[in-house]
């Protein structure tokens, strides 16, 4: 069955270091998504991207946070310069349609 | 906008036992409802999802949900528990609009099965 897969596992950056979350959707999807869960909270909405371009975004997702898909397979979460609050599980989703979205295993980055 | 709390951030019941996580929504619109499960070390996989058509609503592994609009819950029920299903539980809401499409999740409820 087709998943969506996130690299890496862990991660661990300093304070102020440029971070890239990657993600490969499932293969015929058309939406994106960026989610992220601080520990011990909620998971929470970042960003939605569909027809290569950023659909909807929450406050979170200020100008430290950019989403690209460079070559049609990966979509990625860059991070300018991290903050200790950054620290969180980054969860990647994608979709065919907005009703059923798939999620990849996460990303945990610690920002030291 | 649409918002959901999950009534206990942990559960715990014995193997063989009922299973009920609750889950109320607040929306302003009819909402799609979705139940997630996250096993340790893994990502979000989707259990069921109520999206307007019929209220009692079946997902993987034996576990149901119903949509109750006077109520305003969304509660997930198994009749049996196995020790399989100790993991944590999302209860989601999202607005049935296509410009609206993030998903909103509770808490979570981590669900603890006793032998």
């Known amino acids: 069955e087709p998943e969506v897969t996130q690299t890496p596992s862990h991660q661990v950056t300093q304070m102020g270091q440029e971070v890239i979350l990657r993600c490969v959707p499932i293969s015929n999807h058309l939406y994106f998504y960026w989610y992220r869960q601080i520990l011990g909270q909620k998971v929470e909405f970042l960003v939605s991207f569909y027809n290569n371009e950023i659909s909807e975004k929450s406050e979170i997702f200020d100008d430290q946070f950019s989403v690209e898909r460079p070559d049609g397979s990966n979509f990625t979460l860059k991070i300018r310069s991290t903050k200790l609050e950054d620290s969180a599980m980054y969860f990647c989703a994608s979709s065919y349609d907005p009703y059923e979205q798939y999620f990849g295993p996460g990303t945990r980055l610690t920002v030291t | 906008a649409q918002s959901v709390t999950q009534l206990g951030s942990h559960v715990s019941v014995s193997e063989g036992a009922l299973v009920l996580l609750r889950c109320n929504y607040s929306?302003?619109?009819?909402?799609?409802l979705f139940w997630y499960v996250q096993y340790p070390n893994q990502g979000l996989q989707l259990l069921l999802k109520y999206t307007s058509a019929a209220t009692l609503v079946k997902g993987i592994n034996d576990f149901e949900a119903e949509f109750k609009k006077s109520e305003t819950s969304f509660h997930l029920t198994k009749p049996s528990a196995h020790m399989s299903d100790a993991a944590e539980y999302f209860c989601a809401v999202r607005a049935p609009q296509y410009s609206d499409d993030k998903i909103i999740f509770g808490k979570g409820t981590r669900l603890h099965i006793l032998p």
């Open positions: 929306s302003s619109v009819p909402p799609y």
